[in-house]
């Protein structure tokens, strides 16, 4: 098993996304790039323009739903897609910097539009064998 990574599951008309890692922070990058994944490939974002986030929460999975939010806000308003971040854990929840470019619909394709977190199937937790994971379903 790798040392972090995401994957997508399927949810009626909705996209799960689980992801793992290390840390509590880089879990959260790795979801982050499993809901641009929903979207286009993450690959394919040029990483050239950062954008500082910070949300707060009063638990982990309710930090995950903030997390999400944040960037399909941030991408909605601001027109662009987010192929890198960096996230580092504060006393009332996270302060990042997404990383990315305007969309270039020829290029980018994008195959949805995320709505928004939603807190079906909602979980992080941390594993005996000290990854941790974090899975919650994205409205498209």
């Not at 308003?77 to 987010?82: A, G, K, Q």
């Not at 020829?106 to 000290?130: F, I, M, N, S, Y």
Request: proline residues 6%; contains cysteine; glycine residues 6%.
């Amino acid at each position: 098993m790798a040392q972090s990574g995401w994957s997508h599951y399927e949810h009626q008309a909705d996209v799960g996304i689980r992801a793992f890692g290390p840390t509590l922070e880089e879990t959260l990058v790795q979801a982050a790039l499993g809901l641009t994944a929903v979207i286009t490939e993450p690959e394919a974002v040029v990483p050239q323009d950062p954008v500082p986030i910070e949300v707060s929460a009063p638990d982990p999975e309710f930090l995950l739903v903030e997390w999400l939010d944040a960037l399909v806000y941030e991408m909605a308003t601001r027109s662009m897609l987010f192929g890198a971040f960096e996230v580092s854990l504060t006393e009332e929840g996270l302060a990042a910097t997404a990383w990315g470019e305007p969309v270039d619909r020829a290029r980018h394709q994008p195959a949805v539009e995320v709505k928004g977190a939603t807190l079906t199937d909602l979980r992080v937790a941390r594993t005996e064998a000290g990854t941790w994971t974090a899975q919650c379903v994205v409205d498209v």
